[in-house]
C-alpha cells in the first residue's frame, strides 16, 4: 500500500497544523505576548487606582477644611472668612489648604444656591477651575 500525501490526519490542540504565528515564526512570541499584555493591565489598574487614592485623599482634607470653615462661621455669626489664613486658628492646616495634586482649594462664600452658606472645592486633577473632574 503507497503512501498517500492527501490522506487525512487527526491532530491534538498541541499539534496545530500551523498557523500564522509558527509559519512566520512568531509562535516563541507568545509568552512575551501574555507577559506584555499582564504589564499593562497592571499599568493600567495602578494609574486608575492612584487617580482615585487623590480623590479620596482631597475628600478627606475637604472634610477637615469644612470642620474648620463651619467653626469660624459658629464664632463669627456666620461671616465668611476673608481668607484661609484666617481659618488656621480652627484647623489643622499650614497656609492654603490643597488638594492631592497641590492646587488650591477655592471657597466661594456665600454660596450660589439659595440656603448654602459656602462652597468648598476643589479643581480636581487637572487643575482647571469648574472643570468636570472638580470635587465638592
Known sequence: MAWRSSERRSFFPW?????????????????????GLAVTLLIVMVV???????VRRTRSILL???????AYLADHQGRCPESFAALADYGAFQGPPRD?????LTLV????????????????????AGGLDRIE
Open 15 to 35: 499539534e496545530r497544523r500551523g498557523g500564522l504565528f509558527r509559519r512566520l515564526g512568531l509562535y516563541r512570541l507568545r509568552p512575551l505576548l501574555a507577559v
Open 64 to 70: 477637615d477644611v469644612r470642620e474648620a470653615l463651619d
Open 100 to 104: 492631592a495634586w497641590g492646587n488650591p
Open 109 to 128: 462664600c456665600p454660596g450660589s444656591q439659595p440656603g448654602e452658606a459656602y462652597v468648598l472645592m476643589s479643581a480636581g486633577p487637572d487643575g482647571m
Open 48 to 54: 486608575r487606582e492612584r487617580d482615585a487614592a487623590g
